[in-house]
């Protein structure tokens, strides 16, 4: 016979009332109460019937969140965090990745994974802002990244035009003076791409030294696309004494075909990149990057989520948050 909230509240000696509000995160409960309840559960085997508790309260306790690609290192340590935090705050996260395209977006802002949680953390790549805002429904959005800025919506960012300024600025204190960008298109401006870009060309103007075209490589943000841009510029004769990946993967795979080449980093060639993912201090050498916030970008976009399922946070216009930054100072740029 299946174990009931009755037999845990038997076992642990409290109410039937007191093993719904333990299950239900109740935050006015003694420790040494939900302690007793928890062994109860734990000692009995008990389940807790998720589909039933969710229909009487009408949430789930659970946050979707959609990202692009799972295997790109940064997604990956920012799902992490914002599971971390999430958790904290008595939510679970259930998690889809889109590919980037535009019916898995909509599958997210309209399928299972809206019915199954209270709000999203959602950054989409391939919808526009009003193709989002015609079918979000009822439930919290918060936005992650860039794609879409707009006052309709939520959205946790990080700095990115003023970051990419910084590394830019560190490169040419280093007496850089041919700094090739990986990662971008020359006539980009908006989205991650443009807007670190414009943080390159505007660090360029301040010390006076024009912007080329030449210098500016576009690619996948991959390792091997990192790789395959700085193969294409020393293949092509541009000559340049710095690297500038507008993220870690496109850095260290550019690093990585610098030193398979015999050049020297940082000797010959500085490298820079973006994000601050767990193998840029572990690289060899290690890298010097931006650490966007990536803690506060998962709190605050966590918290802001919630306090909009809970009411905290009255509806209104969006709100718009940026992260803040560091520059981490290392071995491929010191």
Known sequence: MAVTMNDVARAAGVSLKTVSNVLNDYEFIRPATKQKVHDAIAELGYEANLTARSLRSGKTRMLGLVLSDLSAPYY?????????????RGYRVLVEQSGAEAGNELGALQGPLRQLTDGLLFTPLALDADAVASHRGSKPVVMLGEHIVDSRFDLVTMKNEQAAQAVTAHLLAGGRRRIA??????GESAGTAGLRLNGYRKALD?????FEPSLVAPCEWRRDGGAAAVSSLLEGGTAFDAVFGLNDALALGA???LLIR???VPGDVAVAGFDDIDEAKFASPSLTTVSPGMDEIAERSVALLIDRIEGREPAGEGLHVEAGFVLRVRESAP
């Open 76 to 88: 990956a340590e920012l799902a992490s965090r914002l599971m971390t935090v999430a958790s904290s």
């Open 255 to 257: 690093m990585h075909e």
């Open 262 to 264: 015999g050049v020297d």
């Open 206 to 210: 301040r010390a006076g030294i024009p």
């Open 181 to 186: 960008v990986v990662g971008a298109q020359a």
